[in-house]
């Protein structure tokens, strides 16, 4: 079954870096769509960023634009999300997804265009 395992989180000062990890295994990345949700206590999870098969047409949430970059590596089906210049309001759980179709491009997104969840991993920034 698919497998999706996040790791990179942790604690970090305003203004330093992350970088999360998605180690996935046993999905198939043809014509699929994969992305980074976050969820902070007592809100709604939320949409990061996402990637379509091949690297194009990635999406990103206003308020991470120019901050954060999300890759693939398909050769070590791996799953990435470089996170710099962050601030504490980044501060919550963030889950890897994918889906073998994803959201429309272009179109809105949220993770009930996602079928298959990791764990996720905490991100806390003060």
């Known amino acids: 079954h698919v497998q999706l395992v996040e790791s990179g989180g942790g604690s970090v000062q305003a203004g330093g870096s992350l970088r999360l990890s998605c180690a996935v295994s046993?999905?198939?990345?043809?014509?699929?769509?994969m992305g980074w949700f976050r969820q902070a206590p007592g809100k709604q999870r939320e949409g990061v960023a996402l990637?379509?098969?091949?690297?194009?047409?990635?999406r990103y949430a206003d308020s991470v634009k120019g901050r954060f970059t999300i890759s693939q590596d398909d050769a070590k089906s791996t799953l990435y999300l470089q996170m710099n210049s962050l601030k504490p309001e980044d501060t919550g759980m963030y889950y890897c997804?994918?889906?073998?179709?994803?959201?429309?491009?272009?179109?809105?997104?949220?993770?009930?265009?996602?079928?298959?969840w990791g764990q996720g991993t905490q991100v806390t920034v003060s």
């Open positions: 990637i379509y098969y091949g690297g194009g047409n990635a």
């Open positions: 997804a994918a889906d073998s179709v994803g959201p429309i491009p272009g179109g809105a997104w949220s993770a009930e265009d996602f079928s298959y």
């Open positions: 046993e999905f198939s990345y043809s014509s699929s769509c």
